[in-house]
């Protein structure tokens, strides 16, 4: 995955303007307690959505729709 690539994001499709690392608690792995030390950083996009609204998500929960060639 790289910038540019367009991808689906809860049925929509998004352009990826970014990729870094970040942590994401998921309470149906870890529970309700959050411990930000417990856990390891994994990979993230930031994705344009519509209209100009940007959003930064895990890559688990985008698919790859088409890369862009650059």
């Given at each position: 995955?790289?910038?540019?690539?367009l991808v689906?994001w809860?049925?929509k499709?998004?352009?990826v303007?970014?990729?870094?690392?970040s942590?994401?608690?998921?309470t149906n792995?870890?529970g309700?307690?959050i411990?930000?030390?417990?856990?390891?950083t994994e990979?993230?996009v930031?994705?344009?959505?519509?209209?100009?609204d940007v959003?930064?998500?895990?890559?688990?929960?985008?698919?790859?729709i088409?890369e862009s060639r650059?």
């Amino acid at each position: 995955m790289k910038v540019g690539d367009l991808v689906r994001w809860n049925e929509k499709v998004c352009v990826v303007t970014e990729i870094y690392e970040s942590k994401c608690w998921r309470t149906n792995q870890h529970g309700a307690k959050i411990n930000w030390a417990s856990i390891e950083t994994e990979p993230f996009v930031r994705i344009l959505v519509g209209d100009g609204d940007v959003r930064g998500v895990p890559q688990a929960d985008i698919e790859v729709i088409s890369e862009s060639r650059g």
